[in-house]
C-alpha cells in the first residue's frame, strides 16, 4: 500500500468523457481520478448527469467520447459483464430480485457469474449479510423488509462480488429520514474498511465526514472538484457555494 | 406490501378455523367431486384400452337399465332417472372421445408455452426479433382458428401424409394424423396468445430489476431468465389460465378436421339417436368438468408458488 508510485495507474481514470441523448449533451468533457480507498462524493442539480456518469463506468451507458480506465485497463477493453462483476452499483430504489429471499439476491451472482456451489454461495451470501446486519434476516423476501433493510441487501449483494469499486447512486433517497442512518452507517463502515466508493449523495454529514474529494457537477461539466474542507469553507466557484449551502440546510443531517 | 402480505395471512389462518369453516367443507368437497370425476375417467380409459377389464368396453360400469326399471316404476322423479340412464348409456362413448380432447389441450398449451416464452421475450427485448414476434402475433391472433386448422390440414396434404406416413399412427394408443396436425394448429395458434398474456407480464416487472442483474455482471439473457421470467410467469398466471380454459373448449374445433374428439362424438351419437340435445348437454358437463379442474389447478400451483409481494395476477 505505502510502496505506491506516482506512476501506477489510478483505480479509476475517467478522462474526457462525452455523453449526449439524441440532442442533448448530458456529459461535456468530464476528467477525474479515484485512488484505491477514495471515497468520493459527486453532488450535482436534478438533470446535470450524476447517474449518468456513474452509469457510464459500469457500461450501462455507452459514451460517445473519451476514456474510462480500471485499474489501468480500458473498460472497452474489457467484457462488460466482467467489468460489472467488478464494479457494484446501489441503487436509489434499491432494485432486489422481488422473488428471491435476501440471501438468494446474493448468491445469484455468485452462482452465475462467480460459479460458486450452492454452498459456497450460501456461506458467503450469510457472510455479506451479517456484515450489514441482517444474519437474521436472510430468509425474508424484499416485500417483508424495510426500506433500509433492502438497501443494505442491495449493498450486501454488491459486495459479495468482490468489486474493486463501488458506485452509490442516491442510496437514501428513496428512505424515510430514520431509515437513512443504517444505511449511512454501512458505507460509513466500508469506507473504513477501505472500500473505492463513487457516490451520487445529497447527505452533506456523510460527505464532510468521509468523503476525500467532493466533485460538484452541473450542466456535464465538473465545476469544482477536491477535499471537503476546501469545498465547504473556501470554494472556488459562487455556485458551489450555493448549492451545498442549499444541501447542507436540507441534507446537512448527521444520520449515522 | 409488507403488512398487506401479513394481513392475508393472518386472515386465511383465522378463517380456516371460525368465521369460514363451511370454506374448508367447500374446498374438501371440490377436491372429492374432483376425485370421483377423475378417477371415473381414469377407470373407464383403462377398461377400455385393455379391451375391457370391468366390463365390455364401451359399456356402462353400472348398467343403465338399473335406472330404466326405477324409472318405470316411479311416478314423479321417473324423469330424473330415465335421464340418469341415458347418461349412463352414452356417457362411456364420450369419456373415450375426451381423451382426445385432453391430449390436444395438455400437448398444445405445453408445447405453445415452450413458443411463447421467447415470443415474448424477443418481443420486449429484441431489436429484428421483436418485429418477427409481432408479425407471428399478430398473424395468428387476427385470423380466424378454424381457419388456421383448414390451411394446416387441407391447404398442405404433405403434412398429414407425412404423419401418416409415421410408424405406429393410428395404431393403438398413438391417434391418428388429424390429430397431429390439430396440435401443430392449437399449438401455434396457442403460442401466439400465450406469447401476450406473457409480454404483459414480463412488462410489469420493474426494469430496474434487470438493470441490477446486469450490474452484478450478468449478461441480459442471463438477467432475463433468472430474474425477468420467474416473476413474469407467476404474474401471468391467471391470463394463462384463462387461455387454457379457451383451448380445452377450443379443441372441439378439431372435430372440423375429423379429429373424433368429444364435441364430434357426441354429434355422431347424436345423429343416429336423434337426441342432439341431450347429447350436447352431457358433452357440456364433461367440458365443464375438465375447466373447473383446470381453474382449481392452477390456482393451487398460484398459491404454491406465490412469494411475498409477488401472487399471479399482481403487478399490473
Ligand atoms: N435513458 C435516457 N434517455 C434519454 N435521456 C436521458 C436518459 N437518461 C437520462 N437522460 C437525460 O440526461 C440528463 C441527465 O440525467 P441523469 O439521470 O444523469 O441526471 P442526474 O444528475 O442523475 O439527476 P437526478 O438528480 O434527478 O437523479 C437528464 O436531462 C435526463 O433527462
Ligand atoms: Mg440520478
Known sequence: MSSESPSDPPLLRVEDLYKRYGDEEVL????????????????????????????????????????IALDGTPTDEMDENDLRRQVGMVFQDFNLFAHLTAKRNVMLGLRRVRGHSKEEAEARALEELEQVGLGDQADSYPAELSGGQQQRVGIARALAMDPKLMLFD?????????????????????????????????????????????????????????????LFENPRHERTAQFLDRLTSLHGGDHG | MAERAAGTDADSASGSRARFGDRD???????????L????????????????????????????????????????????????????????????????????????????????????????????????????????RGTPLLAQLFVLYYGFPWLTRF????????????????????????????????????RGAIESVAPGQLVAARSVGLSRVEGVRFVVLPQALRYAIPGWTNELVYLVKYSSLAAFITVPELFRAAQNIASSNYRYTSMFVLAAVLYLGVVVTATNLMEYVGRRVAVPGISGGEGR
Open chain 2, 37 to 140: 370425476f377423475w378417477g371415473w375417467i381414469f377407470l373407464r380409459w383403462l377398461n377400455d384400452w385393455s379391451g375391457g377389464v370391468f366390463v365390455p368396453a364401451r359399456q356402462a360400469f353400472v348398467p343403465p337399465s338399473l335406472f330404466r326399471g326405477v324409472a318405470a316404476g316411479v311416478p314423479v322423479v321417473g324423469g330424473a332417472f330415465e335421464a340418469l340412464a341415458f347418461a349412463f348409456e352414452y356417457a362411456p362413448a364420450l369419456v373415450n372421445a375426451l381423451w382426445l380432447t385432453v391430449v390436444l389441450t395438455v400437448v398444445s398449451i405445453a408445447l405453445g408455452f415452450v413458443i411463447a416464452v421467447p415470443l415474448a421475450a424477443s418481443r420486449v427485448y429484441g431489436r429484428v426479433s421483436a418485429w418477427v414476434s409481432v408479425a407471428y402475433i399478430e398473424l395468428l
Open chain 1, 28 to 67: 461535456n468533457g468530464v476528467s477525474f481520478d479515484m485512488d484505491a480507498q477514495d471515497v468520493q462524493v459527486l453532488v450535482g442539480p436534478s438533470g446535470s448527469g450524476k447517474s449518468t456518469l456513474l452509469r457510464c463506468v459500469n457500461r450501462l451507458t455507452e459514451f460517445e467520447g473519451g476514456r
Open chain 1, 170 to 230: 442516491e442510496p437514501t433517497s428513496a428512505l424515510d429520514p430514520e431509515l437513512i442512518g443504517e444505511v449511512l452507517g454501512v458505507m460509513r463502515d466500508l469506507a473504513d474498511q477501505g472500500m473505492t466508493m463513487l457516490c451520487v449523495t445529497h447527505e452533506m454529514g456523510f460527505a464532510r465526514q468521509v468523503a476525500t474529494d467532493i466533485m460538484f457537477l452541473e450542466g456535464g461539466h465538473l465545476v469544482e472538484h477536491g477535499p471537503p474542507e476546501q
Open chain 2, 163 to 198: 404423419f401418416r406416413g409415421l410408424p405406429g399412427v393410428g395404431q393403438g394408443v398413438l391417434p391418428g394424423q388429424a390429430v397431429f396436425v390439430a396440435v401443430i394448429g392449437f399449438t401455434l395458434n396457442s403460442a401466439a396468445y400465450q406469447a401476450e398474456y406473457i
Open chain 2, 25 to 35: 367443507v367447500g374446498t374438501l368437497a371440490t377436491y372429492l367431486a374432483g376425485a
